[in-house]
C-alpha cells in the first residue's frame, strides 16, 4: 500500500521548466479562431440580413401608423430613425467582416481582439513568471528524496509535499488553460451574436456576449498579476527555507509553514476567476468552479 502511494504521489505532473505555456496556449488558441473562426459567419450575416429586415419592416409599420390619429395629424417619415438604422447596420457588417480577417493595418480579426490585449498585459508583467514558478514547483518536488519504506513519518510527509506541489501545478495549468478554451469556444459564436445589435430587444445579449468575452480574456491578464506577485513571493520563501537543500529533515522541520504557504496559494488561485468577474463582469466565476470541484475532488 506505501509503495502504491508513492508511485501515485511521483505521477502527479509537473510542468518542464522553461516551457512557456502562455505562448503555446496563445498559438493553440489562434489556430482554433482563426482555422475555424468563419464557421458560423454565413449563418451570422443571414441572421443579419433577417434581422435588418425586420426592423426596417418594424419601422415602416410605425411610421404608416403614426398618423392614424382621430386628428388625422400627418407624420413625417423621421431621417433620424432610418439613419441610426444605416450606421448600426454597417457597424454590424463591419463586425461581421473583420471578425475573422485581419483588420486593416493589424494582424488580428475582432475575435482575437481581447485576447490581443489580456496578452500584451501579460508581457508587461513579465511572461516568464509563469515558467519560473513552474520550475520551482517542479525543482522542489525533483530534489525531494524519497525516503525508506521503514520511515513512517518521512513517508508522510513526503507524500503530503508531493501532493501539495501537484496540486499547485495543476490548479496552476488548470486556470490558464481553461481561460484560453473558453475564450476560444465564446469567440466562435461571435457572428450570430453580433446581429442582435440591431434589435432594442436583444440588444443586452450581444452585449452580455461581449461582457462574457472580455471576462475570459482577462482571466489569463489576472491570473498573470497573481502569478507575477507569487513566483517573488514563492522563490524568497523556498530559497531561504531550503537553499538548495530538499531533504526529509528539512521538509519535516519547515512542513508547517510550507503546508500554510501552499495552502493560500492554491485557495488564492482558485479565487482569480472570482476577481476577474468583479473587476471585468461576464461569466470568469466558471472557471472557478472547475478549480473548486478539482479542489474537492482531491
Not at 101 to 123: D, E, K, W
Request: with cysteine; aromatic share 12%.
Amino acid at each position: 500500500m506505501v509503495a502504491h502511494v508513492l508511485t501515485l504521489a511521483m505521477s502527479i505532473p509537473n510542468a518542464g521548466p522553461g516551457v512557456d505555456w502562455l505562448s503555446q496556449f496563445s498559438a493553440n488558441l489562434s489556430n482554433l479562431t482563426t482555422q475555424n473562426g468563419g464557421a458560423l459567419t454565413q449563418i451570422g450575416l443571414t441572421e443579419l440580413s433577417f434581422v435588418s429586415l425586420m426592423v426596417l419592416v418594424s419601422m415602416v409599420v410605425s411610421w404608416s401608423t403614426a398618423s392614424m390619429t382621430l386628428h388625422f395629424h400627418h407624420q413625417p417619415v423621421r431621417a433620424g430613425d432610418l439613419t441610426q438604422f444605416m450606421v448600426r447596420l454597417i457597424f454590424c457588417l463591419l463586425l461581421e467582416n473583420y471578425w475573422v480577417t485581419p483588420i486593416p493595418g493589424a494582424s488580428f480579426g475582432l475575435n482575437h481582439l481581447f485576447s490581443y490585449i489580456a496578452q500584451s498585459i501579460v508581457t508587461a508583467l513579465d511572461q516568464n513568471s509563469l515558467s519560473t514558478l513552474q520550475h520551482l514547483i517542479k525543482t522542489a518536488g525533483d530534489n525531494t528524496a524519497q525516503p525508506a519504506l521503514t520511515a513512517p513519518r518521512e513517508l508522510l510527509c513526503y507524500f503530503i509535499v508531493q501532493v501539495l506541489l501537484g496540486l499547485a501545478a495543476a490548479i496552476l495549468f488548470l486556470i490558464n488553460v481553461s481561460s484560453y478554451i473558453f475564450y476560444g469556444v465564446c469567440a466562435l459564436f461571435g457572428p450570430i451574436f453580433i446581429p442582435l445589435y440591431m434589435t432594442a430587444t436583444f440588444r443586452a445579449k450581444f452585449l452580455n456576449f461581449v461582457d462574457v468575452l472580455l471576462g475570459f480574456a482577462m482571466i489569463r491578464a489576472v491570473a498573470a498579476a497573481f502569478i507575477f506577485v507569487w513566483a517573488g513571493f514563492m522563490n524568497g520563501f523556498i530559497q531561504q527555507t531550503f537553499n538548495d537543500d530538499y531533504s526529509m529533515e528539512k521538509w519535516l522541520l519547515n512542513l508547517i509553514p510550507c503546508v500554510m504557504v501552499f495552502i493560500a496559494f492554491i485557495l488564492n488561485m482558485l479565487f482569480i476567476p472570482a476577481i476577474t468577474q468583479t473587476l471585468f463582469g461576464g461569466g470568469a466565476g466558471l472557471t472557478g468552479k472547475m478549480g473548486e470541484m478539482i479542489a474537492k475532488s482531491t
